[in-house]
T-cell receptor, first 114, second 115 residues
Framework: DTGVSQDPRHKITKRGQNVTFRCDPI?????LYWYRQTLGQGPEFLTY????????KSRLLSDRFSAERPKGSFSTLEIQRTEQGDSAMYLC????????????FGEGSRLTVL | AQSVTQLGSHVSVSEGALVLLRCNYS??????LFWYVQYPNQGLQLLLK??????LVKGINGFEAEFKKSETSFHLTKPSAHMRDAAEYFC?????????????FGTGTRLTIIP
C-alpha cells in the first residue's frame, strides 16, 4: 500500500514564474485535499475534490492558483506569476468518503520564491 | 464556525517526564478531533482520533488523549517522554456532520525533549 506521493519535493523559482505541483493520492481514496503550511503555522485549507469535482475552495486560493483533478486520480496545483508570499509547504492529503475524516498526508512540496 | 486553539507554541520536557500538550476547540456541531505529528521536512502523521466513541483515545507511540465536552478540550498526553518524541504536534477538528469535510488545524506545539 503506497501512501500519498507529491512531486517535486522542493521547488525554487523566481518571482513571476509559474509552478505546478502534482499529488498522487492513495489509490482507493476518492477525496483529495490541498493545504498550505507556512513556517510556525498549522496547515491551512486550500481546496478539496471528491473524485474529479472540486467541491470547496478557500478564500486563500487567489485567482493565481488553480487546482485540477481531471480523472479523479492525481491532482495538480498550479501557481501562476508566483510572489514571495507564496513561499510555503504545499501539502496534499487524501481520504475515503464516508469515513471519519481522517486525512492521509503526503510529505509535501516546499516552494521557495526568490 | 469551528476553531482549534493550542496553548503553548513550545513545550519542553525532560526525557522520562510526562508530556501534556493542550488543545481546546470550538464547534457548533459535535466534533471529530485528531492529533497529528510532524517531523522536520515531512508530512503529517496521524497519532490518534476521537470520533464520538470512547472519550479516552489511545494512539501510536504511547500517546493518548481525552475528549472532555464540558471543557471543550482534547489534550494529548504521554506518561514518559522519549527523545524520538521531539516534533511538532497539531490538533485538528472537523464537524461530525455530512458536508463538513475539511480539517481545521491549530497552530501547533513544538515539543522539545531535554536529555
Amino acid at each position: 500500500d503506497t501512501g500519498v506521493s507529491q512531486d517535486p519535493r522542493h521547488k525554487i523559482t523566481k518571482r513571476g514564474q509559474n509552478v505546478t505541483f502534482r499529488c498522487d493520492p492513495i489509490s482507493e481514496h476518492n477525496r483529495l485535499y490541498w493545504y498550505r503550511q507556512t513556517l510556525g503555522q498549522g496547515p491551512e485549507f486550500l481546496t478539496y475534490f471528491q473524485n474529479e469535482a472540486q467541491l470547496e475552495k478557500s478564500r486563500l486560493l487567489s485567482d493565481r492558483f488553480s487546482a485540477e483533478r481531471p480523472k479523479g486520480s492525481f491532482s495538480t496545483l498550479e501557481i501562476q506569476r508566483t510572489e514571495q508570499g507564496d513561499s510555503a509547504m504545499y501539502l496534499c492529503a487524501s481520504s475515503l468518503r464516508g469515513g471519519t475524516g481522517e486525512l492521509f498526508f503526503g510529505e509535501g512540496s516546499r516552494l521557495t520564491v526568490l | 464556525a469551528q476553531s482549534v486553539t493550542q496553548l503553548g507554541s513550545h513545550v519542553s520536557v525532560s526525557e522520562g517526564a510526562l508530556v501534556l500538550l493542550r488543545c481546546n476547540y470550538s464547534s457548533s456541531v459535535p466534533p471529530y478531533l485528531f492529533w497529528y505529528v510532524q517531523y522536520p521536512n515531512q508530512g503529517l502523521q496521524l497519532l490518534l482520533k476521537y470520533t464520538s466513541a470512547a472519550t479516552l483515545v489511545k494512539g501510536i507511540n504511547g500517546f493518548e488523549a481525552e475528549f472532555k465536552k464540558s471543557e471543550t478540550s482534547f489534550h494529548l498526553t504521554k506518561p514518559s517522554a522519549h527523545m524520538r518524541d521531539a516534533a511538532e504536534y497539531f490538533c485538528a477538528l472537523r464537524g461530525a456532520n455530512f458536508g463538513n469535510e475539511k480539517l481545521t488545524f491549530g497552530t501547533g506545539t513544538r515539543l522539545t525533549i531535554i536529555p
